[in-house]
Each structure stands twice: as C-alpha cells, then as structure tokens.
C-alpha cells in the first residue's frame, strides 16, 4: 500500500506560522506542515511543504468533509495560509496540497486546443494517459499524493480521524471538499466531473474556455453535480472573460446570475468589483495571502470564504 511505503522528510510539526494579521483567524493548534519525501521508492517532484489541520475538539464539525485545496501555477501551499485557517475555523479538515503544477499554465500551453485541457488535467490527477501536453507518472499524480498524505495523517495525528477520508486504498471522494486556485480551480472542477465529490469551489478558475470553445471534458455532463459548485473572481481579472465562459460551460448560472460578492446569496457565481492591483494581481488575489485588505488589516475576501466553504459544508453527499 501507498501509505506503508511513504517516508516524510524534513517533517516540521507546528503549533502556528508566525503571528496572525489582526483579525485573521489564529493558526490552529493542530496545524502540521510536511513533505512527502519518497514513496514505494519514488521521490515527489516537487515536493514543497503540505499543510493540514483540522478542528479542535469542541470545535467546528467534527465529522465534516475533508477540503482539499490545490494552489495556482507554481504556487505552494504556503501561499494559502490563510485561507486553510479560515476553512478549518469553519469546521472543515484542511489539507494543502503540493502537486505538479510547474512550467507554464494550463491555459497558455493549451490555448485554442480543447483535448490538450482534458490530457493534461487527466494525467496530473492519477497519472495515467501520458502524452505530448503531460507526463506525470503514477508516484507523482495528485491521487497518489493524496492518499500518501492522509497515511501520513493518519500516523502522525492519531485523534485527527483522517484515516476517514480512506476506504482501503482508495480516497472517499464524496467525503471530498476540493478547491483551488487558478491551474489549481481548473483541476478541482476536473476532478469533480470525472469523480463525484462533496462540493467544489473555484477561485479565479477554471481558465479553460478559449474564445467560447470550453475544454473537451466539458462536452459531457460530470459525475458531481453543479449544485454543488461554487467560484470567486474579481472583473478585473486578466482571464475573467474565459473564467466566466467556464463558469457557465460548467452549468453554475442554472442557479441565478452572477452575483456581487457583497450579496452572494442565491447564487453560485461570485464576482467582486473592486480594484485589488493589475489585471495579473486581480488574478492572483482572490484567495492568496497577497488578498487585499481592509483598514483594520482584515482580509477583505474573508466573508465571501467562509460563505462559500459553509454552502460546501452544508451540501449534503446523497
């Protein structure tokens, strides 16, 4: 099995990542940060630290989903402290995950080819189907790196109940929060049409409409329904256009229009109209630690996370 195999290096246990930004959720004291290391003789590549947590006792859901959080273009989870805090203050097990997410984006390596989206999407989720877009082998697909971080988990934190999220040696998916941001956004929706999972939320993301035409794994319906779906942009985005085609290709307008993020309910489709930076910063912004924020130092996005993570939350698996 994956996880009798799994060797963590340079293992760092923590009880906080510096102090917190005024009004910021603390660091959880459960908070652990990791690397993978070497697995059935294979070494992760990259391999950046992972960060998890999970709700204290008393606090939180203590039976909720797990949120499994994939970060932009070569992007790591560190970049993403403090959105993995607030999810876990919502009540939700939290994993970072790093995961092959280097080299050029999704976007400008596909372009107007809409197979090239599906192939490289495919192969860095489990590996398999190699071509001329990707070729992440088995060891390094973000299945394989999964599984190997909740053994990790399991061992490491024995009152963490991780070993939840497995059924032998494979993942619960419909017990699966997964999000991200940008490449990361994109592979969560993926995962979501090609297995069934809890709920989805996409931030800046999915990058992968060009000029109208969606990537070819959106032709067909998923196996995890867009109710389910929820995604953040600011207007301002250099991708907005092709985010929103996403969006709707997906089928999220089936439950109103897109909405300000200042009034979300009744939508699954959020935007925010202010200005946070360029059009690049408007891109990056929307869920990283570079997220703009108000007077008092708080992170400006804050409520519009902590409402989406509870509409995931509270999505019932059937």
């Known amino acids: 099995m994956v996880g009798a195999a799994l060797v963590a290096s340079a293992v760092v246990l923590t009880t906080g990542l510096g102090a917190a930004p005024p009004h910021d959720p603390v660091d959880s004291p459960n908070l652990m940060q990791f690397r993978l290391g070497t697995t059935g003789g ?20 203590s039976e909720g989903p797990l949120l499994l959080f994939l970060p932009a273009t070569r992007a790591k989870p560190a970049d993403y402290r403090l959105f993995l805090r607030t999810a876990t203050s919502v009540g939700y097990h939290v994993l970072g995950l790093d995961y092959w997410n280097t080299g050029t ?10 197979t090239c989206y599906t192939a490289v999407q495919r192969n860095r989720f489990d590996g398999s189907h190699p071509s001329i877009y990707s070729r992440v082998n088995v060891a390094n697909s973000i299945v394989n790196r999964l599984r190997a971080a909740l053994a990790y988990l399991g061992r490491h934190d024995a009152h963490g109940d991780w070993n939840r999220y497995v059924d032998g040696s494979g993942v619960r998916w419909r017990q699966v929060v997964v999000a991200g941001h940008s490449q990361g956004g994109g592979e969560s929706a993926y995962i979501a049409h090609s297995t069934r999972v809890h709920g989805v939320l996409m931030f800046s993301s999915p990058v992968d409409t060009f000029d109208g035409v969606p990537a070819s794994w959106m032709a067909t319906p998923g196996r995890t329904s867009p109710s389910r779906m929820y995604a953040f942009d600011n207007e301002h985005d250099m991708y907005y256009g092709k985010i929103i085609d996403s969006w709707h290709q997906l089928g999220l307008n089936r439950y109103g229009r897109v909405a300000r993020a ?16 360029d059009a690049a910063q408007s891109h990056g912004r929307t869920v990283s630690d570079q997220t703009p924020r108000t007077k008092q130092g708080a992170a400006e996005y804050r409520p519009v996370w902590e409402w989406m993570l509870r509409q995931a939350l509270d999505t019932r698996a059937d």
Do not use: K, M
């Open 42 to 61: 294979h070494a992760f590549s990259p391999d950046a630290y992972d960060y998890a947590s999970r709700p204290q006792s008393g606090q939180g859901v």
């Open 105 to 114: 984006s999704v976007t400008h390596l596909c372009g107007p080819i809409p």
């Open 262 to 277: 200042t009034t979300p309910t009744g939508s699954h489709e959020l935007v925010a109209t202010n200005i946070i930076g």
